[in-house]
């Protein structure tokens, strides 16, 4: 069965203070690994997809990237409105149509 | 373009009570989902239509049913509402099912009393 882990739960960063989310995974057979931002009540805004070991993508303060068992998320000089939760889902081979999501990570940027 | 529409917005219901929710994407896209999301647990899969015709369950479809209407309406009914379905529910789409970015719509927020 395909497994999304996020951590931290929950994240405090200092206006500039850079720092990682980590994505920890189990499927079988990567599709694809999505990270998402997810304002409260709002719907989940997709920011990457990853297919592979080794990729790299970023926009404006994010950079994501995948190895075989995770995926960091990470944020340079974030600021106030970076404050989100953000989700991970991994799309398995075996799963169908289905993304896998991961409960996410609350950030928090305080100026 | 307006992307993925839901409505309502908001609703409440009795138990026992039935409704549908309505979801619109403008962006010719194959595939439509319908995930449910809780406190405490990611988003989850309940139905989706892999392309205009046809419907699959997902994880917990037990107490839903859907219609993909045409390729760009699809719609969730819940028959008898009980409050165990009190949820905040997403439709989504996108291009075709696999390996491809699922853009999800603003969510509809039901309370069942």
């Known amino acids: 069965e395909d497994q999304v882990t996020q951590s931290p739960e929950a994240l405090r960063l200092q206006e500039g203070e850079s720092s990682s989310l980590n994505c920890s995974y189990t499927?079988?057979?990567?599709?694809?690994l999505f990270w998402y931002r997810q304002d409260p009540g709002k719907g989940p805004e997709f920011l990457f997809t990853?297919?592979?070991a080794g990729e790299e993508k970023e926009k404006e303060r994010l950079k994501a990237t995948l190895t075989k068992k995770e995926s960091f998320l990470h944020i340079t000089a974030p600021k106030p409105e970076d404050s989100a939760t953000y989700l991970c889902?991994?799309?398995?081979?075996?799963?169908?149509?289905?993304?896998?999501f991961g409960k996410g990570t609350s950030l928090l940027v305080t100026p | 373009n307006a992307g993925v529409t839901q409505t309502p917005k908001f609703q409440v219901l009795k138990t026992g009570q039935s409704m549908t929710l309505q979801c619109a994407q403008d962006?010719?896209?194959?595939?439509m989902y319908w995930y449910r999301q809780d406190p405490g647990m990611g988003l989850r899969l309940i139905y989706y239509?892999?392309?205009?015709?046809?419907?699959d369950k997902g994880e917990v479809p037990n107490g839903y049913n859907v219609s993909r209407l045409n390729k760009r309406e699809f719609s969730l009914r819940l028959e008898s509402a009980a409050p165990s379905q009190t949820s905040v529910y997403f439709c989504a789409s996108s291009e075709v099912g696999s390996a491809d970015t699922q853009y999800f719509g603003p969510g509809t927020r039901l309370t069942v009393l």
């Open positions: 990853l297919y592979s």
């Open positions: 499927v079988s057979g990567l599709r694809g």
């Open positions: 239509s892999a392309s205009e015709g046809t419907t």
């Open positions: 889902a991994v799309q398995g081979r075996l799963a169908g149509y289905a993304l896998n």
């Open positions: 962006m010719n896209h194959n595939s």
